[in-house]
């Protein structure tokens, strides 16, 4: 299975789907990766939205 790790939201429902064995079997180490590939891309992205909105920061 070819995961979209761009997609938040859809990476933090299949870690949940993964939790609960929904749709799938439930497999709660799969589920803390997805869990932790959502978090690590929220970082990314706050990072690069702040940049954005404040181009001082990266002088």
Do not use: W
């Not at 299949?14 to 799969?30: A, F, W």
């Not at 997805?34 to 181009?55: G, M, R």
């Amino acid at each position: 299975m070819q995961i979209d790790y761009t997609n938040l939201s859809g990476i933090r429902h299949l870690g949940y789907c993964y939790q609960h064995g929904i749709d799938t079997e439930k497999n709660e180490i799969k589920a803390f990766e997805l869990y932790e590939a959502a978090a690590e891309k929220a970082t990314e992205k706050i990072a690069v939205d702040e940049l954005q909105a404040n181009p001082s920061y990266s002088s």
